[in-house]
T-cell receptor
Framework: QQQVKQSPQSLIVQKGGISIINCAYE??????FPWYQQFPGKGPALLIA?????SEKKEGRFTISFNKSAKQFSLHIMDSQPGDSATYFC????????????FGKGTKLTVNP | NAGVMQNPRHLVRRRGQEARLRCSPM?????VYWYRQLPEEGLKFMVY????????ESGMPKERFSAEFPKEGPSILRIQQVVRGDSAAYFC??????????????FGPGTRLTVL
């Protein structure tokens, strides 16, 4: 049972373009949705996160859009750069419990120069 | 301000041996999580510990796997009698706890276990 579905599995974007990664969840108890960035051989690093009381959160070139009724959220990377090439994971959890993260399967982003 | 530390970074074991993975949380963090990442897969939760207590082990295989977080020292994930299917990257994350929300988790660099 996959509680967080992530797409696409891989994404190739030209430098300066917009990268969009989508996630959908099933468990309505989830109330915290972080995105992690992982480079090869490294651990995941927290990129940006959102709670369902807002529909959008922006930090620099990274924006999360959140649609509570559709149980979907997405990551937009504006002006994508080759240094953004990494694997991105969406995740979800319920705050106040064990807060274990449920991860999507990841999107491998390649930004061509 | 050191981040989450894990060692060893790479571990090779033969089938039937034991693997011990260590995790030192960030300074001031009292919560530790272990996740496993199989090739081309996302991370899967295994266990959540606070000092001297296992809080949630719903993701731990029923046999051969155990975890601890003693009062002193790092958290240890122990895999007995390893099999080839245990080959994966094991990540530890820590969070401050204390009721602060969001209780962000910070990940270590991982231990890559290879079972021959």
């Amino acid at each position: 049972q996959q509680q967080v579905k992530q797409s696409p599995q891989s994404l190739i974007v030209q430098k300066g373009g917009i990268s969009i990664i989508n996630c959908a969840y099933e468990n309505t108890a989830f109330d915290y949705f972080p995105w992690y960035q992982q480079f090869p051989g490294k651990g995941p690093a927290l990129l940006i996160a959102i709670r369902p009381d807002v529909s959008e959160k922006k930090e620099g070139r990274f924006t999360i859009s959140f649609n509570k009724s559709a149980k979907q959220f997405s990551l937009h990377i504006m002006d994508s750069q080759p240094g953004d090439s990494a694997t991105y994971f969406c995740a979800a959890t319920t705050q106040g419990g064990s807060e274990k993260l449920v991860f999507g399967k990841g999107t491998k982003l390649t930004v061509n120069p | 301000n050191a981040g989450v530390m894990q060692n060893p970074r790479h571990l090779v074991r033969r089938r039937g041996q034991e693997a011990r993975l260590r995790c030192s949380p960030m300074k001031g963090h009292s919560h530790v999580y272990w996740y496993r990442q199989l090739p081309e897969e996302g991370l899967k939760f295994m266990v959540y510990l606070q000092k001297e207590n296992i809080i949630d082990e719903s993701g731990m295989p029923k046999e051969r796997f155990s975890a601890e977080f003693p009062k002193e020292g790092p958290s240890i994930l122990r895999i007995q009698q390893v099999v080839r299917g245990d080959s994966a990257a094991y990540f530890c994350a820590s969070s401050p706890g204390g009721g602060r929300l969001p209780n962000e988790q910070f990940f270590g660099p991982g231990t890559r276990l290879t079972v021959l």
